[in-house]
């Protein structure tokens, strides 16, 4: 069966400094990758997407940057962190863009 | 541009039985997901509609209606547990996928 890790959990950091989020998925190859922020009471806003490795679609301009070294990982990444950043940071997962997304558990970021 | 609108909020009472209408003006269409999120927590995949109609699962249904860019889901025999966001997604012309802002559900004993 196939796993969403995500970590870590939860994370404070100061303004300014940089930030690394790792998301790695077992149990299936090839899969589109996705980066997700949500705002307390909102809805998921899309940040990137990968459909392969190396391949990294912008959806937002901002000061955050996406990789995935490898198939099955993918980093979000900033090198100075700004206190709008704060937010839940979801990855998530697909076969395919006609399937369901699986998501990981998320990070709680909070920017002080 | 593309939209999709959700009521933010809903109350209902355990027991019962309540509707959660989900309507989206997109560049094409490819499917629509309902996706379930507590409070603090990752959203679960509930239900996927492509074509027109009702798919049943268990208390929970989902309808679409291509024709007029509307679905909704319905909860029946309410818990406790039910109590959470709901989430409307649409696969639009590019395959990309398309979120409303969420329907936060209330369940009062």
């Known amino acids: 069966s196939q796993t969403i890790h995500q970590w870590p959990a939860t994370l404070v950091q100061p303004v300014g400094s940089p930030l690394s989020l790792e998301c790695t998925v077992e149990?299936?190859?090839?899969?589109?990758l996705y980066w997700y922020r949500q705002a307390a009471g909102r809805g998921l806003q899309l940040l990137f997407y990968s459909v392969g490795i190396g391949q990294i679609s912008s959806e937002v301009p901002q000061n955050l940057s996406a990789s995935r070294p490898q198939d099955r990982q993918f980093i979000l990444s900033s090198k100075k962190l700004l206190l709008s950043d704060s937010g839940f940071y979801l990855c998530a997962w697909t076969r395919d863009a006609w399937h369901e997304q699986y998501f990981g558990p998320g990070t709680r970021l909070t920017v002080t | 541009g593309q939209n999709i609108d959700q009521p933010t909020e809903m109350t209902a009472t355990e027991g019962a039985i309540v509707q959660i209408n989900c309507t989206y003006q997109t560049s094409g269409f490819n499917g629509l997901f309902w996706y379930q999120q507590h409070a603090g927590e990752a959203p679960t995949f509930l239900s996927y509609n492509v074509l027109d109609g009702l798919e049943e699962k268990g208390r929970f249904s989902s309808f679409l209606s291509r024709s007029k860019g509307y679905s909704y889901l319905l909860l029946k025999e309410l818990q406790m547990k039910d109590s959470a966001s709901y989430l409307c997604?649409?696969?639009?012309?590019?395959?990309?996928?398309?979120w409303g802002a969420g329907t936060k559900l209330i369940i009062k004993p």
């Open positions: 997604a649409v696969v639009d012309s590019n395959y990309q996928l398309i």
């Open positions: 149990g299936t190859s090839n899969p589109n």
